[in-house]
């Protein structure tokens, strides 16, 4: 018999770059000096960026071209530093917009439950009225209708909430509740 079934599956996997990462950040600042230092050695590639001394032949070289300023004012960098060169696509980031995070509206809007019984808050009742009209307002439809009958709602109170309750006491707090606003 042949079943199917589907699952879902969550893996992070990372590359050795990104494991000799966060090796290298777990690193005492001393270890990673030291470090930096044998991979120099090892790879002669690598330069440490610290220029070197420089022979008395090319200094005299570059104490002749000091005599030969370059007038700087003729260069304009702003030409060479446009973004005419980049293609569009690659200085919009598309994770992010904050035009839409700026234009989105929030909505403070309280429902018609909350909206009830807040109203009900200023209201004195009882323990057993509080009871009721918590109730009757759990079973009011989003369109503002108690779609169930009276009996109903009595047995309903008595089954989940412990309370027996006569159908005036639950018709006084209907009478409260549908006074509210809205109408």
Do not use: C
Not at 11 to 33: A, N, R, Y
Not at 47 to 59: A, M, P, R, Y
Not at 121 to 135: A, G, H, P, R
């Amino acid at each position: 018999m042949l079943k199917q079934n589907l699952t879902f599956k969550l893996t992070q996997k990372l590359s050795p770059q990104q494991i000799k990462l966060m090796k290298l950040i777990q690193l005492s600042t001393l270890d990673f000096e030291q470090r930096i230092k044998n991979e120099i050695e090892e790879n002669p590639a690598l330069d440490t960026g610290i220029q070197e001394k420089v022979s008395d032949f090319e200094n005299q070289e570059e104490d002749n071209f000091s005599d030969n300023s370059v007038d700087n004012s003729d260069i304009d960098v702003e030409a060479y530093l446009s973004d005419d060169d980049i293609p569009s696509y690659k200085l919009n980031s598309f994770n992010y917009n904050s035009e839409e995070e700026k234009n989105t509206p929030i909505s403070s809007h309280t429902s018609l439950h909350e909206n009830l019984k807040n109203q009900t808050n200023v209201l004195i009742l009882t323990e057993k009225e509080k009871v009721i009209s918590d109730f009757i307002i759990g079973s009011v439809d989003e369109n503002g209708y108690l779609s169930r009958s009276i009996e109903e709602l009595i047995d309903d109170i008595a089954f989940t909430q412990n309370e027996i309750i006569s159908s005036k006491d639950l018709k006084n707090v209907l009478i409260m509740i549908q006074n509210l606003e809205p109408p």
